[in-house]
């Protein structure tokens, strides 16, 4: 029974348990790019892209970012309640399928790297294009650590504890 589970979760995290199967054009991604543009809009006068704003978090003197934090898990708790109860479908057309997370102790180590680097950046993955298109020029450098960060996972997956 154990090997058959090590192996259904060994397939499954070698392929993209998410990816769409159907093909588009280049030009139909452009929606994609009007809602990030929109969504870096929001997060910059939200100021969730501000680094006082983040310091402000870390050092428990605002609630600003934890109410910020609380209605994004408000709103994903009730969208995909909303999803499983009336079986939405994507844009295209496709099922939405939910697949159990097992817990593995990696996520723990994962999680301690990401919070230190949010907490001494000062910068989250998602608003990274916001901040430097707001003129935070110096967060490349955060930017290109996050790429060579998620390739040094790449290389060494394998080897970590899953």
Not at 3 to 32: F, G, R, T
Not at 69 to 77: D, F, K, L
């Amino acid at each position: 029974m154990s090997k058959n589970i090590d192996k259904q979760i060994h397939s499954e995290q070698a392929m993209c348990v998410n990816q769409s199967e159907l093909q588009s054009k280049w030009y139909q991604n452009i929606k994609y790019l009007i809602v990030g543009i929109l969504f870096g809009i929001v997060f910059v006068k939200a100021e969730i892209i501000s680094w006082f704003r983040i310091q402000e978090m870390f050092r428990f003197q605002s609630f600003h970012m934890y109410g910020v934090i609380g209605s994004a898990v408000i709103t994903g708790i009730i969208s995909v309640w909303l999803i499983k109860k009336f079986n939405i479908k994507t844009i295209a057309g496709e099922t939405v399928v939910f697949h159990d997370k097992v817990f593995n102790k990696g996520n723990v180590y994962g999680a301690i790297i990401f919070g230190l680097g949010w907490a001494i950046t000062g910068a989250c993955p998602g608003p990274l294009f916001a901040q430097i298109g707001s003129g935070a020029t110096v967060i490349v450098v955060t930017l290109l650590s996050a790429v060579f960060g998620t390739w040094v996972y790449g290389y060494f997956k394998d080897k970590l504890p899953h």
